[in-house]
């Protein structure tokens, strides 16, 4: 990657900031409160851990304010954008070049080596083709992934193609990394080494982190702040001691 810092936000800015932010689904007669008024507020630079239950709503919340969903009352504003706000082309946009988003699924293209698919973002932002052949390069090699760069997904242990899903998610330098369970198909210790290197660029690039979880111990692991949801609800917002005090001592070091 390039030495250009990604944000230069200080961290007391506010990344994200949703207000009684609701996405309700009708399902026949029912109706399906997946996210009920949730208000929230993520500094830039902060690394959030979203946790709650299977169905209460955190990929929901994620896919807003990922701008992939769009809300059906309230708002939600990244970056000063006001997402409810903009257009169907300012929304493609701001996920291309504010959002990098990482899944449990890692989504990689099967036909495209893994050069090709980090590449893509830079082919959607119209970066030529000798610069973005540099950058996936650098990129690959960031996530220690320089020797299969012309490997395709299915080559790849689980592990490496979430590496290559995340160095495709940073290529264009994000403000924003969401990742929705980016650890859910890894074993413990590819898990533990994926959210070592999120949390590397977290730290250097001071990219704002969003991750959704199921697993406690890993959110009091990394993040410094746990949000829990239930029933489409905020529930609980409160800070992580552990990750916090181990930033301190990290930050002491080299
Ligand atoms: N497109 C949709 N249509 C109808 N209901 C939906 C839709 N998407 C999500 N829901 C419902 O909204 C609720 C929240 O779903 P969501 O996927 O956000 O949960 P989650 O917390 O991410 O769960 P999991 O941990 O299982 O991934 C669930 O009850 C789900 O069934
Ligand atoms: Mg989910």
């Known amino acids: ?9 200080a961290r007391d800015t506010v990344a994200i900031r949703s207000q009684n932010l609701c996405r309700h689904y009708r399902m026949g007669e029912t109706l399906i409160r997946a996210v009920d008024g949730v208000s929230l507020e993520v500094r830039a630079g902060e690394f959030v851990a979203l946790l ?7 990929s929901s919340v994620l896919n807003l304010i990922a701008g992939l969903d769009r ?4 708002s939600v504003v990244v970056q000063e954008r006001d997402l409810a706000q903009l257009s169907r082309e300012e929304l493609a946009k701001y996920r291309l070049h504010v959002v990098g988003m990482v899944f449990q699924s890692f989504n990689l293209i099967p036909s495209m080596t893994l050069q090709e698919n980090v590449e893509l973002p830079l082919r959607f932002a119209e970066v030529d083709r000798s610069r973005r052949q540099t950058l996936a390069r650098d990129a690959l090699e960031r996530v220690g992934l320089r020797a299969r760069m012309e490997h395709r997904p299915s080559e790849l242990s689980g592990g490496e193609q979430q590496r290559a899903a995340l160095a495709r998610a940073l290529i264009n330098r994000p403000q924003l ?28 690039l001071g990219m704002t982190v969003v991750m959704v979880t199921h697993e406690r111990a890993l959110a009091e692991r990394y993040a410094e702040r746990m949000i829990f949801l239930a029933d489409g ?16 001592a990290e930050g002491g070091e080299s």
């Open 52 to 58: 709650g239950s299977s169905g209460s709503g955190k």
């Open 1 to 9: 990657m390039t030495t250009a810092p990604a944000v230069s936000a």
């Open 71 to 74: 809300p059906t009352s309230g």
């Open 177 to 204: 990394l969401l990742a929705d369970e980016p650890t859910g198909n890894l074993d413990s210790h590819t898990g533990t080494e994926i959210l070592d290197m999120v949390r590397e660029f977290n730290r250097e």
């Open 233 to 248: 609800k905020l529930i609980d917002d409160r800070p992580n001691a552990a990750a916090a005090l181990d930033l301190r």
